[in-house]
């Protein structure tokens, strides 16, 4: 019995291990480039690359698999480079090389700065500092200095103090050498002015009047075009200073006469403050006596025969000024005393009954004065005003046109009757002044320019008469009985 069978057979395709098929080199000098790229077998390029040491001067291109870096004098030694080599699906293959980093010679290398700035006339001192990355013994050699330097070679030191001369820049040539390498250095040196301190370049006035505004505006200037700040530390108390608009002003008065001083400072934030101190001298200006208690124009009223006497306060802010009263105007009845400084006398009614102007001054030895005016006015007497015909009641108001008449008091009798009963269209509303042995002022109103309180009361005409120049109240009482009222006197008619 024949056996038949089928082999089947099936063929795979092999994949190797991944591994490093490129060289890394085993050494490299100092401050040279070290590059390397790394190859592998695999050809899909499926690589990965895991660092287990790597020095720090080196660094791995991950995506282009480059190994590079550039080692210096610090990195001369050998140095591991260990890592694990991946191809996503075999086991990890391990790589471990030494690198020596060779050492070369360095120059001896300049520490210090290269540009340096002094100024004049002070002392320029400069140390000459240098190293050498291989340890080797450095010397100097060569130096070309500008005169004013000389180069202390136990302590390699540049020792010098320029002058206004040496203004501007100078070289300074150093060579150094390990006994291999010399290189040359340059060193600039620029040689300037001290920063200044700010200055005060203006003065105030040294004399000012009392009374008089004092205004002084400070000017600084700086030779350094350094921000300035101006500092006021003493001023009198009728003085003030304004930071804004950089101004001291003030008005002195009389207590202000005499010496007063003034201290300023100016600083740069640099050199010490600037500061400047001087004298106001405040003069004297006589000032003018003031009267303090001038009467009211409209106050001063005493009867006929009444004793009258005003003291006036008087104040001279030069307290050493005699100062004295005049009565420059007034009644012949009012006498003065000049030095007590006070007007009195007794009342005397003038036939016309009418108020008095008052023109007191007080004028020092300088001839300043203050002048008070106001007015006297003398009314009638109790005794008179028992004689009068009329009765009184009181009012509010009345229209005054400003006009005046003078009648006697027979006379007045007569024309009030008059307009009383045949009426005064054309002399209403007039201001008359009455006189003779019974002495009033009498205004005639209209009803309407009356007020009543407490009764409606129509009248017809309403004469008053009354003996001073204010305002009171109209009262029509129970029927109508007419009321005296502080010596004003109204004739009432219905």
Not at 379 to 394: F, M, P, R, T, Y
Request: glycine share 4%; proline share 4%.
């Amino acid at each position: 019995m024949d056996i038949i069978f089928t082999l089947l057979v099936f063929l795979f395709d092999y994949d190797a291990p991944i591994s490093l098929v490129s060289v890394i080199p085993e050494t490299v000098n100092e401050d040279e480039k070290f590059e390397h790229r790394m190859l592998f077998n695999d050809a899909n390029g499926r690589a990965e690359v895991i660092f287990i040491q790597l020095p720090s001067w080196l660094d791995f291109d991950y995506s282009t698999f480059i190994l590079e870096g550039t080692p210096d004098n610090e990195d001369v030694g050998n140095h591991t480079i260990e890592f694990e080599l991946y191809d996503y699906s075999s086991s990890s293959i391990k790589y471990k090389y030494e690198l020596e980093v060779k050492n070369t010679n360095d120059p001896p290398r300049f520490d210090t700065v290269r540009k340096i700035s002094t100024v004049t006339n002070e002392k320029f001192r400069f140390i000459v500092e240098y190293s050498d990355d291989d340890g080797d013994s450095v010397s100097v050699e060569n130096i070309k200095l500008p005169e004013w330097i000389e180069f202390d070679e136990e302590n390699n030191i540049l020792n010098g103090i320029p002058t206004m001369d040496d203004l501007g820049k100078h070289d300074v040539s150093i060579d150094l050498t390990d006994g291999n390498t010399m290189v040359n250095y340059n060193v600039e040196i620029t040689v300037e002015e001290p920063n200044s301190a700010p200055t005060f370049t203006n003065s105030p006035k040294s004399q000012i009047d009392e009374d008089v505004l004092y205004k002084f505006i400070p000017v600084t200037a700086d030779k350094d075009r350094d921000k300035m700040k101006i500092e006021v530390l003493d001023l009198p108390n009728w003085l003030s200073y304004n930071s804004s608009s950089n101004t001291i002003q003030g008005l002195p008065k009389n207590r202000d006469v005499g010496s007063h001083s003034i201290t300023m400072s100016v600083t740069d934030n640099i050199n010490p403050p600037t500061v400047k101190s001087f004298n106001i001298d405040v003069l004297n200006v006589n000032d003018s006596p003031t009267i303090n208690n001038p009467p009211n124009e409209n106050d001063i009223y005493i009867q006929d025969g009444e004793y009258f006497e005003y003291k006036f306060e008087v104040t001279d802010e030069d307290k050493n000024d005699k100062i004295d009263l005049e009565l420059f105007e007034g009644p012949s009845w009012l006498s003065f005393n000049k030095n007590g400084h006070f007007i009195y006398g007794t009342a005397v009614l003038d036939t016309k009954g009418k108020k008095e102007k008052v023109r007191v001054k007080v004028i020092d030895e300088a001839g300043a004065m203050d002048e008070s005016v106001f007015w006297i006015e003398v009314g009638i007497s109790a005794e008179a005003a028992n004689k009068l015909d009329w009765e009184a009641v009181q009012y509010l108001d009345y229209i005054d046109s400003g006009e005046k008449s003078y009648y006697n008091i027979d006379d007045l009798k007569i024309l009030l009757d008059e307009m009383l009963s045949y009426g005064m269209e054309v002399d209403m509303k007039k201001k008359f002044n009455v006189f003779g042995t019974k002495v009033a002022t009498c205004y005639v109103v209209e009803p309407n320019d009356v007020t009543i309180t407490e009764q409606k009361f129509e009248v017809e005409r309403c004469i008053i008469i009354k003996f001073r120049e204010s305002s009171i109240t109209i009262d029509f009482r129970n029927n109508y009985k007419i009321s005296k009222y502080k010596g004003d006197y109204i004739f009432v008619s219905k």
